[in-house]
């Protein structure tokens, strides 16, 4: 298949091929606008998606050297404030090291771009480097399903590489950290080693090839209709009119 013009590889489109190559289809290649929701009820999610982007703002406002108060009285909803504190209570400020909030990062992958954005980066040392990712959905994943999100993948592999660019070929030790503020006792963390760099080169290039090489008949419909629930084609796909619900 052809991709657009400037397309970039994202975590978020991979991990849409790899959990269905018909809906990466549908919402890359084609440009398919499809109106259906992703979850019910729609306001509570809606809301839901506020809070986290304003807990996001939160954080890089902090990070930029507003005063913690002042971003305190800003607050408005008794849930966010609760995030809130539980973040300040991390105390991150106090860690050595350069600290960078809402990093974008690119590399060239293939012939296209392949890019990372970190909620927060920290450079602790001649090549030691800390990932902090926010997540704030109310649920704890297990330590087993982000392990295969292709995020814990890219987000290591991307800073790695453009590190290695820059500063040419070091030791590079990488350490991703998950923060979930409704679970705020709980962190879920990954070291990243040159074989899983290795492994998540070969799975990268296999997926982007595969997408460049192969035609339409090639982008079928997943076979595990459960990752069918939150999708926004599903109606599109006679696999169910209404939304999966929230909880």
């Known amino acids: ?21 018909y809906r990466f289809l549908l919402k890359y290649l084609k440009g398919v ?13 809606e809301a839901r998606m506020e809070l986290g982007q304003s807990f996001h703002r939160l954080v890089q406002q902090y990070f930029s050297g507003i005063d913690p108060s002042i971003l305190s009285d800003s607050i408005q909803s008794t849930e966010l404030a609760e995030w809130w504190h539980a973040f300040l209570d991390l105390d991150l400020l106090c860690l050595p090291g350069e600290k960078t909030a809402e990093k ?13 954005k970190y909620d927060l980066l920290i450079k602790n040392g001649e090549g030691t480097y800390t990932i902090f990712d926010w997540k704030t959905s109310t649920s704890l994943p297990s330590r087993h399903v982000l392990a295969k999100r292709l995020q814990t993948i890219i987000y290591p592999l991307v800073l790695q590489k453009s590190i290695i660019h820059v500063e040419g070929q070091l030791p590079v030790t990488i ?63 006679d696999r169910g009119i209404g939304a999966g619900t929230l909880d």
């Open 1 to 21: 298949m052809i991709l657009p013009i400037n397309f970039t590889y994202t975590q978020q489109n991979l991990q849409d091929y790899l959990d269905c190559r």
């Open 33 to 45: 606008e499809w109106p259906a929701v992703e979850s019910e009820p729609v306001l509570l999610q």
């Open 104 to 116: 974008t990062i690119s590399i060239p992958f293939l012939d296209y771009r392949l890019l990372a």
């Open 175 to 237: 350490e991703m950290i998950y923060w979930y503020p409704a679970q705020p006792s709980e962190t879920i963390r990954f070291q990243f080693s040159s074989e899983q760099q290795y492994q998540g080169e070969v799975l990268l290039t296999r997926m982007t090839e595969e997408i460049i090489q192969n035609d339409e008949d090639w982008f079928l419909r997943t076979a595990d209709q459960k990752k069918c629930y939150y999708c926004r084609y599903r109606s599109h796909c």
